[in-house]
């Protein structure tokens, strides 16, 4: 059975989450090479691919009192866009490095939509938004929250893994692709999970185990889809 996690937890893919990623890895590092040779459609195709990435990147940097106050895909939009113009400023090679890349610059825009409340927000500041770059968790989502910092190459393969994680809530259901993010990705406590879905808690908490085994399932038919 799935195991709950605390409100404040950050996501815990499944252990599934941990299967070979070197043909997905190879393709984008195949799109990385191709459209730094001019090729526009290698470039789309890259940038299409981690769409869904750098959309779940934005929701969990995003800080959770912000989260009804600012649209992730505001954030998603600036991001890529960004992406695409300092394209030719990344310097990486791997799908590894370019991902990690894209997920740096969702930190920076999401900790300045954060500053920008602090800002112009009328109530206090220190109360509504909480600027502490500890928050940043530009590291990753952790796969095992109890392992040690990991190195760069780990870096690597986990942003790779988690653009498995990404791809596969695409493929779900609306309604387990929903409660995941917003319990796993969010955090947000299962009384709210439940009235944004019009739901009880209690049939939120069933959804949810069903949701985590759906994934797990996804991702071990995307370890075999090759």
């Given at each position: 059975?799935?195991?709950?996690?605390?409100?404040?937890?950050?996501?815990?893919?499944?252990?599934?989450?941990?299967?070979?990623?070197?043909?997905?890895?190879?393709?984008?590092?195949?799109?990385?090479?191709?459209?730094?040779?001019?090729?526009?459609?290698?470039?789309?195709?890259?940038?299409?691919?981690?769409?869904?990435?750098?959309?779940?990147?934005?929701?969990?940097?995003?800080?959770?009192?912000?989260?009804?106050?600012?649209?992730?895909?505001?954030?998603?939009?600036?991001?890529?866009?960004?992406?695409?113009?300092?394209?030719?400023?990344?310097?990486?090679?791997?799908?590894?490095?370019?991902?990690?890349?894209?997920?740096?610059?969702?930190?920076?825009?999401?900790?300045?939509?954060?500053?920008?409340?602090?800002?112009?927000?009328?109530?206090?500041?220190?109360?509504?938004?909480?600027?502490?770059?500890?928050?940043d968790r530009s590291s990753a989502w952790p796969l095992d929250p109890a392992s040690?910092?990991?190195?760069?190459?780990?870096?690597?393969?986990?942003?790779?893994?988690?653009?498995?994680?990404?791809?596969?809530?695409?493929?779900?259901?609306?309604?387990?692709?929903?409660?995941?993010?917003?319990?796993?990705?969010?955090?947000?406590?299962?009384?709210?999970?439940?009235?944004?879905?019009?739901?009880?808690?209690?049939?939120?908490?069933?959804?949810?185990?069903?949701?985590?085994?759906?994934?797990?399932?996804?991702?071990?038919?995307?370890?075999?889809?090759?």
């Amino acid at each position: 059975m799935a195991r709950d996690i605390g409100t404040d937890s950050p996501p815990v893919p499944p252990p599934a989450a941990t299967v070979s990623t070197d043909e997905r890895g190879a393709r984008i590092a195949g799109w990385l090479e191709a459209a730094r040779r001019g090729d526009g459609a290698a470039r789309d195709r890259l940038f299409d691919a981690c769409r869904s990435y750098v959309d779940l990147a934005a929701r969990y940097h995003l800080q959770r009192r912000l989260q009804a106050k600012v649209d992730a895909s505001d954030i998603v939009q600036q991001s890529l866009l960004e992406a695409h113009r300092g394209f030719e400023r990344f310097t990486g090679e791997t799908a590894g490095e370019w991902l990690a890349w894209l997920k740096r610059i969702v930190v920076h825009n999401a900790f300045d939509e954060a500053k920008r409340w602090r800002g112009t927000a009328k109530r206090d500041a220190g109360r509504e938004v909480a600027l502490d770059r500890a928050d940043d968790r530009s590291s990753a989502w952790p796969l095992d929250p109890a392992s040690p910092e990991p190195s760069p190459s780990q870096h690597a393969v986990r942003g790779e893994q988690e653009l498995l994680v990404a791809v596969a809530l695409e493929r779900l259901p609306e309604d387990h692709r929903d409660i995941l993010l917003l319990r796993n990705i969010e955090r947000l406590p299962f009384e709210e999970v439940a009235r944004r879905m019009g739901r009880s808690a209690g049939a939120c908490r069933m959804l949810w185990m069903r949701a985590i085994a759906s994934l797990r399932d996804e991702l071990a038919a995307n370890a075999t889809d090759r």
